[in-house]
């Protein structure tokens, strides 16, 4: 099969196409998968890591706000299609897929107006702006949410499968994880914030006090955050200047690359509330605490925290609520407590589908297959 895929600017988008490939990888290895990007999103970092190539087409976002910024976006919304059909042209792909994105426009519209077979899927209860503009050009939408549905009526065809995570979520225990990182016998526990993939100064500020007045009295928990890559350098100079790189158990990284082994291994996770990072603790059933990011379309990831807040499978804590200490008080109570962890595990697992992998590849092979008729 030849697939060009395409969804960038954050992990949220780039994850779940790197997931969708390597399952068509795994189902038939003699295929050819290629992606998408702009020259400035983080598919520039995580695409050639895992082996793939990578074209690029100049886009950007659409502002909510008045901006000359989207006179700009109108020009490259007309301009970038005409690429990307060239693009197409000479890489022949059986189907194009798009994980959502201001860069899935130019590809998923080209190659449906080319006759190229087309797939999206959307990673969040709400639609983002490219996937409800695109709707009614593919041939089929995988919606993590099934409430996603409700907001899109043109698409042709709309399929409720979860969401698609790298392979290894699933299958690496605790013990092994804990073993290939080293933590056995020399940390009792393993604690992991993210502020996302690009990084979030809240977060960034919390990790750092949640470091000097807990973690670091503490040196049988192994605490790892990832501080994003636009904010590593100030968060690094803040983390030297607080004397906490002295402390063996403390790790602060700017993106974190081993994520399955790291999650394995993790007793207590803290992260944005964000559908990938849901999807990833639901299915390894991870204790959480979440911290939604007020800054994304109709506060959307704190309704997905709220939702699971009130299951009982996370403890969640808006970033107004993040006062001195509330942090540090929640991991405390939460790594105290080995019961409390064991039933919001429980509860968050409730949350999982373990298959939308395999749901969403053989889907694109029906579609494929149509095709060819």
């Known amino acids: 099969m030849r697939v060009l895929m395409t969804g960038g600017g954050t992990g949220g988008h780039i994850n779940p196409a790197l997931a969708i490939a390597k399952t068509i990888l795994e189902q038939e290895p003699d295929s050819e998968i290629a992606f998408v990007g702009t020259a400035h999103g983080m598919e520039n970092r995580l695409v050639p890591k895992e082996g793939f190539p990578l074209y690029h087409i100049e886009m950007q976002g659409w502002r909510r706000s008045l901006s000359p910024a989207n006179l700009k976006t109108l020009w490259l919304m007309m301009t970038s299609v005409p690429k990307a059909k060239k693009l197409i042209r000479g890489f022949q792909p059986d189907v194009c897929i798009g994980t959502g994105g201001y860069v899935s426009w130019p590809l998923i519209k080209a190659a449906a107006a080319l006759g190229v077979p087309t797939a999206l899927h959307e990673s969040n209860a709400l639609a983002g702006m490219a996937v409800k503009l695109l709707a009614s050009d593919v041939d089929i939408l995988f919606t993590n949410f099934e409430k996603t549905a409700e907001q899109i009526r043109s698409c042709k065809r709309i399929v409720h499968v979860g969401n698609p995570l790298k392979q290894g979520f699933s299958s690496i225990k605790r013990e092994e994880a804990r073993a290939r990182l080293g933590f056995e016998g020399r940390y009792r526990y393993s604690l992991l914030s993210c502020g996302g993939s690009l990084g979030a100064g809240a977060i960034n500020a919390e990790a750092l006090r949640l470091m000097k007045d807990y973690v670091a009295q ?152 149509a095709k060819k008729m």
């Open 218 to 369: 503490h040196p049988e928990i192994h605490y790892l955050h990832q501080a994003g890559v636009g904010y590593y350098d100030v968060v690094k100079a803040e983390f030297d200047r607080l004397g906490l790189n002295q402390y063996p158990n403390l790790q602060l990284v700017d993106y974190i690359y081993d994520m399955p082994d790291r999650l394995a291994a993790a007793d207590l996770v803290i992260n944005r509330a964000g559908a990938m990072t849901i999807s990833e603790l639901a299915l390894l059933q991870k204790p959480a605490i979440l911290i939604p990011s007020p800054n994304v379309t109709d506060n959307h990831q704190y309704k997905n925290a709220k939702v699971l807040a009130d299951a009982g499978a996370a403890v969640m804590l808006e970033e107004r609520d993040l006062n001195e200490g509330a942090l540090s008080r929640a991991v405390a109570s939460l790594l105290s407590d080995r019961e409390k962890r064991r039933v919001m595990a429980e509860n968050f697992g409730r949350f999982a589908i373990k298959n939308a992998n395999i749901l969403i590849y053989n889907e694109i092979k029906d579609l494929v297959n």
